[in-house]
């Protein structure tokens, strides 16, 4: 009989709600306010990752751009510390229809995207993989990264031809479906999934 598949489903964070107010105030607010207040949501949470996020998406804006990396480095290895086993290894699950999870998931996603952007596409690559064999169904589009890595694309191609002003349209969709087939070492559990309709 196999093994039983490993889920990870995060802890429900009752800072959640408080970072949510804080996004509404951003909308052109004080920005030394809000990274005074993601600072605090951090200290009484230092495993709710979105603070971290913003704090790394607001210093970017601001061109403190080791500060940033360094933001999302401290993200991305909370997230690792609490999906992996002590061998390291990640769950079998790991989806985004838990809210609980999205933290969690933009965290490494955003770690994903930022090796790829300075060139290192062999570990963007991994993660990307990772993410989309722990959440076949994928919500965040890590198969549309993978897609362009397999195809030789930078992420400045990607974003160039893809990115509009914030968001990806049907344009993405279109174009990953006329190509994935290229690559079906890459997709057949995001296929599976699709026919079972997860």
């Known amino acids: 009989m196999g093994e039983k598949e490993r889920e990870f489903i995060d802890e429900d964070r009752e800072v959640m709600n408080a970072y949510y107010e ?69 769950p079998d699950k790991l989806e985004w229809g838990w809210l609980e999870n999205r933290h969690i998931i933009r965290s490494i996603l955003n770690k994903a995207v930022s090796l790829w952007g300075n060139g290192e596409t062999e570990k963007a690559l991994e993660l990307f993989r990772k993410l989309l064999d722990a959440n076949p169904a994928d919500h965040v589009g890590a198969r549309h990264y993978i897609l362009a890595i397999r195809m030789e694309m930078s992420l400045e191609e990607f974003e160039n031809r893809f990115n509009k002003g914030g968001y990806y349209d049907t344009d993405v969709m279109d174009w990953f479906d006329e190509n994935y087939e290229k690559f079906q070492d890459e997709f057949k559990r995001w296929e599976e999934a699709v026919e079972e309709g997860e």
């Open 22 to 90: 804080l996004c509404e105030r951003y909308e052109g607010g004080n920005v030394r306010s809000i990274k005074r207040g993601l600072s605090e949501l951090i200290e009484v949470d230092p495993n709710f990752l979105d603070p971290y996020l913003m704090l790394y998406s607001i210093l970017e804006d601001e061109g403190n751009l080791q500060e940033a990396e360094a933001m999302l480095n401290v993200a991305y290895e909370r997230a690792l510390e609490l999906i992996t086993d002590e061998e390291g290894r990640w």
